[in-house]
Each structure stands twice: as structure tokens, then as C-alpha cells.
């Protein structure tokens, strides 16, 4: 069973606002932890087919374990997910705006006061949703414009987590790219090498040395990023690859192919995009799978190298095993992020979006559970 969380662990005063933690529940079992510092998804828990539940996303059991902890755990990522180079956003007209830096030279998925460290206003709670919301200003993350970003996180009956959300632009030109940073483990605990993944996607951004991207997209055949068929994580992080090496583990974004499946997601208004399927994960033990569908061109696959057993940031709450801690280790949590293509505004090749004011762009992000 999972961990029991309380409520009063996360209930604190946090940049002058309070932060607490609300549990939404579907009609078909699936319990969610959400917290509205980070917008983060605490705990997701989701039937185990013997009138149990089953802890499948990594987490800590305080407030304080997220202060002191993976920085991007559970947590909605924006304005922008992912590195811009050097911190430079080059403008519609050629400058260059110099963002805050929080990743060596780089501004890295929002800097130093994205969304993950911001806490959300609660502005509607029902058994089975919330919403939350947050202004971005540029005074924050240097981004040019004020963007309030709207999201909606909610249990459906068929057990899956749908992120929907907005984003309005009121006074300039800006840019936006949200994204989830949960840490999938379908078996609950212990390591995700043993996970099968496939992902729709016949080519990926390779990295530069300094992990930013090189600026080109290539082809995923024969690389240890090729994930059109169910392969385990193990398997292709085993695969002898300069990029893995570079990176450190399984870090790249796989572009995904067009004409993808796609339906209309709960939530967004008539004439949005529609989901397309973005990353099945499974895991051949229990049978457990996961679809992920997403608005984005592609998806982050981090396969959670930076996990490294450290007491101080990797100690989160037990799994479902019934142990009451669970030091983490490298790949005990693999993260599936939809999000815009990397360092897309310093990069002429990749499709990018100004938003203008006074124009809402809508998104979304749905984990279905089988």
C-alpha cells in the first residue's frame, strides 16, 4: 500500500503563502497527492487489480523534502522547461535578452525562480480536481511579459492524471513551455533499467558539450534512442553511445512522428490541438503500463541518473514495499517530459512560438494507467 501522507507536513507559510496538500480521487480508485508549491504531484497511487493501491511515482512525505530535495520532483515546469543557452533568448527582432542563470551558464527549466519554486493560488477545489494558477513576470525569470498561467490537474473515472492548462499573455511578446518532472516507477519501487518504453519517434536532438542542443534533429536508427518498438531502459542505456556518455545517462529529446493517433483532451477548448501519444511505459512484472499523451512535438526522456543515493537530496518517502524510506538510486525513477523542442528560441531550425499579447496558448498532458 502506499505511503500515508499528512496533511500538516506540507501545510506551511512559503514566500509569505501558504502551501498545503490536497488529495484528489477519482471514481475508478486513483488516488493523487497534489501540492500546490510547484503545482507538484506528491504521490500518485493507482489500483493494483487486487483491491489495493500502488505508489507509482517517486516523492517525499514533507514540504521540507522538496526544499532540500530534487529540485524538479513532481514539480510543473515552466516558463520555459529545459536549458536556454548561456541564458540568452534571442527576441523576434534579433537581440538578445539575458535571462538569470541557474545551471552553470545556462538558464535551466524556468531559473532560479521558475515555477517550481513559486507557490501556486489554490482557485478551485472539488473531490476529484484542482486548479491552480501563477503569474510569470519578468522582474522573476527576466523573460520578457507577464504571462498567468492556469492549470487544471484532475482524476478521471478510467484512472488517468490530466494536466490541463493556459497561458495569456498580456503586455508583450513571450515565450512559454510547461512541461511535467514527475518520476514514473510502475513496479513501485527499486529500478527502472527492467521498464519497457516505446515512444513514436523517428528522430531526436543530439547535445552539444555543454548539453544544450547542437542545433540539428538526426535519425534514432541504430542509436540507443530508438524506442519505436518496446525496448527496456536498460537495453538502451547499455548501448555504447558518445551522447550517453555526454550526458551522463539517457537525458535526449525524441521528436515525435506526425500523424500519431490523436483525440480531443478533456478540458481544452473547441479548436485546441489534440493529444497525440507521446511514450508507453511498461513494466513486465506486474503488467502495469502507462500511456502518455501529450499536445508537444516531443518528449524529454530522462531516464533518472541523477539519482545517486545521496541522503540529503534522495531519501524520499517508501515505496509501496512498506519500507518507510527509500534511498534512490540511479534510475530507480525515469521522467517522461512533453515539452517544446530544447533551447528552441536560439535555434532557427526548430519550431518555435511568440506568444502575442492579449493570446492564450493551451496545453496539456494526460498519464493514463492500465
Known amino acids: 500500500m502506499p505511503h500515508t501522507l499528512h496533511r500538516d507536513a506540507f501545510q506551511h507559510t512559503l514566500h509569505g503563502q501558504r502551501t498545503d496538500l490536497y488529495t484528489l480521487r477519482g471514481e475508478g480508485g486513483m488516488q493523487v497527492a497534489v501540492s500546490n508549491y510547484g503545482a507538484r504531484l506528491v504521490q500518485i497511487a493507482v489500483p493494483d ?7 507509482v511515482a517517486l516523492g517525499y512525505d514533507s514540504l521540507q523534502g522538496y526544499l532540500d530535495g530534487q529540485l524538479s520532483m513532481g514539480a510543473l515546469i515552466g516558463r ?20 538569470p542563470t541557474n545551471s552553470g551558464p545556462h538558464h ?3 531559473g532560479p525562480r521558475g515555477s517550481r519554486f513559486q507557490v501556486f493560488a489554490v482557485d478551485g477545489v472539488q473531490a476529484d480536481a484542482i486548479t491552480l494558477s501563477h503569474v510569470f513576470r519578468t522582474e522573476d525569470d527576466g523573460v520578457p511579459g507577464t504571462v498567468r498561467l492556469t492549470v487544471r490537474i484532475a482524476v478521471t473515472p478510467d484512472n488517468a492524471l490530466q494536466m490541463v492548462w493556459s497561458a495569456e499573455a498580456a503586455d508583450a511578446p513571450t515565450i512559454v513551455n510547461i512541461t511535467g518532472h514527475a518520476f514514473f516507477n ?4 527499486g529500478s527502472t533499467h527492467g521498464h519497457e518504453l516505446q515512444v513514436p519517434a523517428g528522430r531526436y536532438v543530439p547535445l552539444a558539450l555543454d548539453l544544450c542542443p547542437l542545433g540539428q534533429v538526426d535519425g534514432v536508427q541504430g542509436t540507443a534512442f530508438d524506442f519505436r518498438e518496446l525496448r527496456t531502459v536498460g537495453e538502451a542505456i547499455a548501448q555504447p553511445c558518445d551522447q550517453l556518455a555526454l550526458a551522463g545517462g539517457l537525458d535526449h529529446y525524441l521528436v515525435l512522428d506526425s500523424g500519431v493517433s490523436a483525440r480531443a483532451p478533456f478540458g481544452l477548448p473547441a479548436g485546441s490541438p489534440g493529444l497525440r501519444l507521446a511514450a508507453r511505459l511498461r513494466e513486465p512484472a506486474s503488467g502495469r503500463s502507462m500511456q502518455v499523451w501529450s499536445t508537444a512535438p516531443g518528449v524529454q526522456v530522462y531516464a533518472g541518473h541523477g539519482l545517486k543515493a545521496d541522503p540529503a537530496r534522495d531519501l524520499g518517502r517508501g515505496g509501496s514495499g512498506g519500507a518507510e524510506r527509500w534511498l534512490w538510486q540511479p534510475g530507480d525513477g525515469i521522467c517522461l517530459e512533453p515539452m517544446e523542442y530544447p533551447d ?11 506568444l502575442a499579447p492579449g493570446t492564450v496558448e493551451h496545453g496539456a498532458i494526460v498519464y493514463r494507467f492500465f
Do not use: K
Not at 84 to 99: C, E, I, K
Open 80 to 99: 520555459w522547461a529545459g536549458r536556454l543557452r548561456s541564458g540568452h533568448l534571442v527576441l523576434p527582432d534579433g537581440a538578445v535578452q539575458q535571462l
Open 49 to 55: 487489480g487486487q483491491g489495493g493501491l500502488v505508489d
Open 186 to 189: 510502475l513496479a513501485g519501487g
Open 108 to 110: 535551466h527549466h524556468g
Open 344 to 354: 528552441a528560441p536560439n535555434h532557427p531550425a526548430f519550431p518555435m512560438r511568440w
